[in-house]
């Protein structure tokens, strides 16, 4: 603080600590939220359904406390992950437009610097969270049915408030890990599948469908996985969980392949050509040659 006061720079000092403390705090918020909330459902809708003459764990004196030091432990643990991106979010709050866009999204260059990262670990943190939120909540379920597990005649899909919890959790789950290939498909920019750095005619032709043909089944099954929350029904997400692994082999991987070695290796100027040129012009953009 001295030194920056002496400069005259004491708003980059406190710019720089707010965000990183704001940061933090507001992360450990969410976090908590989520992992807390969840977990207090869970038990208190465990206990509720306990079988009678069953051992109530879950209501010795102390699992509410253990319950909320794991939740605090753990989101402080979260919220530290993702605050040191405090200048990530920072250049968000303060991007500008570039005046250009690229030529195959029409997306402005500052979308691929300041917000398309800041999506990127929101979606990846948040899916995290969810997850472990999932986990807990699981664990919670299990140990109210110990007996029965110790018997070997738990079935926890026979479990209605069980299943309707993961359910709605393994959705949200779903639903943000389909997110993440809107996101793909932009980075697509960064490819270095071709004879240069960027997207190639494999990637445009092949890689891009084959992105949306898995974010639309993933979709789709968390559409499936979200029906679970009112009535058993594994078979259809059997499917579209098929759906999608095949979209990601076939498409995802052995169509690109075959494009590349048969189509674009014996045709490589005519098919790269234009994919060379916008790299050859960003280039001299960026350089300012």
């Given at each position: 603080w001295?030194w ?6 004491q ?7 707010s965000?990183?403390?704001g940061s ?7 976090a908590l939220l989520?992992?807390w ?17 069953y051992?109530?764990f879950?209501?010795?004196r102390?699992?509410?406390w253990?319950?909320?030091?794991a939740a ?16 990530e979010?920072l ?12 030529p195959?999204f029409?997306?402005d ?10 999506y990127e ?5 948040t899916i995290?969270l969810?997850?472990?939120?999932l ?8 140990v109210?049915?110990?007996?029965e ?6 079935r ?10 993961v359910a709605l959790?393994a959705?949200l ?5 389909s997110?993440?290939y809107v ?10 599948r071709?004879?240069?750095f ?9 890689s891009?469908y084959?992105l949306y ?7 789709l099954?968390a559409?499936v ?12 997400l059997l499917?579209?969980?098929?759906l999608?692994?095949a979209?990601t082999?076939?498409?995802?991987g052995?169509?690109?392949a075959?494009l590349?070695?048969y189509?674009?290796?014996p045709?490589e100027?005519?098919?790269?050509s234009?994919f060379i040129q ?5 280039t ?5 040659l």
């Open positions: 001295l920056f006061n002496e400069l005259n720079y708003n980059v000092w406190l710019t720089r600590w965000y990183q403390l933090f705090v507001a992360f450990f918020l969410i989520v992992l909330g969840n977990w207090t459902v869970a038990r208190r809708r465990a206990i509720k359904a306990t079988p009678p003459f051992p109530r879950l209501q010795i102390g699992a509410q253990l319950i909320t030091g605090l432990f753990l989101a402080f643990a979260f919220a530290s992950s993702i605050a040191v991106r405090w200048d979010f250049l968000y709050l303060n991007r500008v437009p570039f005046g250009t866009a690229d195959l029409g997306r260059v500052s979308f691929y610097l300041f917000e398309l990262p800041v670990a929101l979606q990846q943190w995290s969810l997850l472990l939120a986990l807990g909540a699981l664990a919670i379920y299990a109210n049915n110990v007996v597990i110790q018997r070997g005649k738990w926890p899909q026979e479990s209605a408030i069980l299943r309707q919890h959790l959705a789950i779903l639903l943000l890990w997110v993440g996101f793909e498909v932009f980075k697509l920019n960064y490819s270095g071709g004879v240069v960027g997207a190639s005619y494999t990637d445009m032709n092949a891009l084959a043909a898995q974010m639309v089944f993933m979709v099954a559409l996985v979200l029906f679970n929350v009112f009535r058993l029904s594994l078979r259809p499917l579209s969980a098929g999608w692994l979209a082999i076939l498409l995802g052995v169509y690109p075959i590349q070695r189509d674009v290796q045709n100027l005519v098919r790269e234009p916008y790299n050859m012009d960003f001299r953009m960026a350089f300012n």
